[in-house]
């Protein structure tokens, strides 16, 4: 099974700033990579997928780039509604399972 | 609009069962493969199951294998998950989403408590 690590845990930033969240996977995934954002009380939202590709709807600061076992998102403008957990999850192996990151806790600072 | 709406979760004693229902919505279900996934409280994403868009195949997590039966009907645009022998650590909310590898969509989760 691929173990995927993502660092930090914890990620304290101001708003306006950049925010860097990386994803590491313990074998090559390819672009095989999705991130999701989950706020207090509700489901997880698509950000992106195929690593760099941005889901629909989901604002130009997300940016997501890498390919193989490192991955990063950047939020390039952190606004109040962007402090969230986030979540990497790679789906190239097949058959699943696809095994989902720990989480990043993006908070105010 | 798509909607994933889950049903069925509550309490329920350890070695009991469960089945929890996904009404999907806004899309042409029979298109899609599906993927339930839970999340403990306070803890991260874990895959549960996977069922692809005839049903024919499936695959669970091994830590719900030989308990946990996915199926779908595609006529009622229906996702189903039916859980026996639920444990302690089965207590998660339960997420019904959208497409076999990355979730483009996911319900709002049902709850699911094992306890006695």
């Known amino acids: 099974e691929i173990v995927m690590t993502q660092s930090p845990a914890t990620l304290s930033v101001s708003p306006g700033e950049r925010a860097t969240l990386s994803c590491r996977a313990s074998q090559s995934v390819s672009s095989s990579l999705a991130w999701y954002q989950q706020k207090p009380g509700q489901a997880p939202r698509l950000l992106i997928y195929?690593?760099?590709t941005r889901a629909t709807g989901i604002p130009a600061r997300f940016s997501g780039s890498g390919s193989g076992t490192e991955f990063t998102l950047t939020i390039s403008s952190l606004q109040s509604e962007d402090f969230a957990v986030y979540y990497c999850?790679?789906?190239?192996?097949?058959?699943?399972?696809?095994?989902f990151g720990q989480g990043t806790k993006l908070e105010i600072k | 609009e798509v909607q994933l709406v889950e049903s069925g979760g509550g309490l329920v004693q350890p070695g009991g069962s469960l089945r929890l229902s996904c009404a999907a919505s806004?899309?042409?279900?029979?298109?899609?493969?599906m993927n339930w996934v839970r999340q403990a409280l306070g803890k991260g994403l874990e895959w549960v199951s996977y069922?692809?868009?005839?049903?024919?195949?499936?695959y669970y997590a091994d830590s719900v294998k030989g308990r946990f039966t996915i199926s779908r009907d595609n006529a009622e645009n229906s996702l189903r998950l039916q859980m026996n022998s639920l444990r302690a650590e089965d207590t998660a909310v339960y997420y019904c989403?959208?497409?076999?590898?990355?979730?483009?969509?996911w319900g709002q989760g049902t709850l699911v408590t094992v306890s006695s």
């Open positions: 999850q790679q789906y190239n192996n097949w058959p699943p399972p696809y095994s």
């Open positions: 069922i692809s868009t005839s049903g024919l195949t499936i």
């Open positions: 806004g899309f042409t279900f029979s298109s899609y493969s």
């Open positions: 195929g690593a760099s």
């Open positions: 989403v959208r497409r076999g590898d990355y979730g483009d969509y």
